[in-house]
C-alpha cells in the first residue's frame, strides 16, 4: 500500500509565526506486516503522525529561529528512547542547525522529502523507518554575508509506544556550505 501526502498536517495551534518559514514534507507512505497485508487505513493514520513529528521537529531544530533556544532542542529530544536521546545530544550539528543557530537570521526549506513504511505486527503498527532529506537555504545575521545552504539526510528507526512514535535508532549525515556566486568571467 502506498499513499501520497502533499506535506504532513499541522496539529492546531503549531503554525509558526509570520515571517517563518512552515516545514511540509511531502511523504510517500508504504506499510509492511507479517500476515498478508498492512491495513491501509492505518498505515495512512500511522505514517501521517510520523510526518507531523517531522514538520513539528524541522519547524524548530531548523526553520524557527526563536525556538532554536541554547541549543540543545529539549522538546524534539524527548522523542527519542533513552539511548537514542544520548546520541542525539552528541549529534546537534547533524540533526538541528547547530552552532549556525547563532548566525542565521531567516531558513527557507526547499526539499523536504520523506519515505516512510510503517510495520505491522498481527495488524498493530509496532516500528517504522522515515528515510528523510531535507534542503534550505539561511540568511545570515551578518550584513554582506553569502547564504548557507543546509543539506541533511537522516534515517530515522521509530518504535510505537503507549505516548506515540519514538526514535530509536537514526544514522544521519548533515552539511553547511555558503552559497558563493561563481565568479564573473573577466574580459581579456
Known amino acids: ?9 499541522k496539529k492546531p495551534g503549531t503554525t509558526p509565526p509570520p515571517g517563518v518559514a ?5 511523504a510517500s507512505l508504504k506499510g509492511a506486516a507479517n500476515t498478508k497485508s498492512a491495513p491501509s487505513g492505518a498505515v495512512t493514520t ?15 531544530a531548523f526553520v524557527n529561529t526563536d525556538k532554536f533556544g541554547d541549543g540543545s532542542f ?11 536521546h544520548t546520541s542525539f545530544s552528541k549529534d546537534l550539528a547533524t540533526l538541528t542547525i547547530g552552532d549556525a543557530r547563532t548566525e542565521v537570521k531567516r531558513v527557507d526549506p526547499t526539499t523536504q522529502t520523506a519515505k516512510v513504511t510503517v ?29 548557507l545552504k543546509i543539506d541533511q539526510t537522516v ?19 548533515q552539511t553547511q556550505n555558503s552559497v ?5 568571467p573577466s574580459a581579456s
Open 155 to 173: 534515517t530515522y528507526n521509530f518504535s510505537k509506544t503507549a505516548e506515540g512514535w519514538v526514535v530509536t535508532y537514526y544514522t544521519a549525515k
Open 180 to 184: 558563493v556566486p561563481s565568479p564573473s
Open 74 to 84: 529539549p522538546d524534539i529530544a524527548k522523542s527519542f528512547t533513552a539511548g537514542a
Open 22 to 26: 512552515q516545514v511540509a514534507f511531502v
Open 119 to 147: 510495520y505491522f505486527n498481527n495488524g498493530k503498527p509496532t516500528y517504522a523507518i522515515a528515510a528523510v532529506h531535507f534542503v534550505a537555504t539561511a540568511t545570515m545575521k551578518q550584513s554582506g554575508a553569502y547564504p
Open 46 to 60: 500511522e505514517g501521517r503522525q510520523i510526518v507531523s513529528l517531522l514538520n513539528d521537529w524541522y519547524e524548530q
Open 1 to 9: 500500500m502506498i499513499a501520497n501526502l502533499a506535506g504532513g498536517k
